[in-house]
């Protein structure tokens, strides 16, 4: 009775610790100041050249006779989980921490802000079509939406 007292708290211990490690790898959400706006960027654009190679992979197997469905599943699940980065990174990091809300009685800066909105919902709905489909498009638009947003957020912050 005592051992299994034991290794129920090793294995709950465990699941806490991994459970902690895997939330920690988001950048925080208090108040820090420290922000790597062109890390972000960087990023979410690795991450598209990852689920483009996985979208050509998938494709590549698919037309295969003899078909490697271990490889597939590796593959799809590939970039189902990049797909979910991207999206980590657009919630997470800009629409929770960076992009403020602005009263409409400002003028311009709203429009910016709507502007970062309509960008930020674009590249969402973009990672999750890349999820549901091995359609290209997706990655060229995602790209073209992400440099919109670079060029709006950073021409707005003063950053290169």
């Given at each position: ?10 294995v709950l211990a465990a699941v806490l610790f991994m459970s902690q490690a895997r ?60 797909a979910n980065k991207i999206q980590d990174i657009v919630s997470q990091y800009f629409?929770h921490q960076r992009i403020k809300p602005v009263s409409p009685e400002n003028e ?53």
């Amino acid at each position: 009775m005592k051992t299994q007292k034991i290794l129920f708290s090793l294995v709950l211990a465990a699941v806490l610790f991994m459970s902690q490690a895997r939330s920690a790898q988001a950048h925080c959400e208090i108040p820090c100041g420290i922000y790597g706006d062109s890390l972000r960027i960087e990023q979410i654009e690795e991450h598209i050249r990852t689920l483009e190679k996985s979208m050509n992979q998938i494709n590549e197997l698919s037309q295969e006779g003899d078909k490697n469905y271990n490889q597939l599943v590796r593959w799809i699940n590939n970039k189902d989980d990049h797909a979910n980065k991207i999206q980590d990174i657009v919630s997470q990091y800009f629409l929770h921490q960076r992009i403020k809300p602005v009263s409409p009685e400002n003028e311009e800066m709203h429009q910016r802000y709507v502007t970062h909105l309509k960008l930020l919902h674009e590249i969402l709905v973009y990672a999750m079509k890349a999820k549901q489909t091995t359609d290209l498009q997706y990655i060229e638009k995602l790209r073209q939406t992400v440099d919109k947003f670079e060029d709006a957020y950073f021409h707005e912050h003063n950053h290169e």
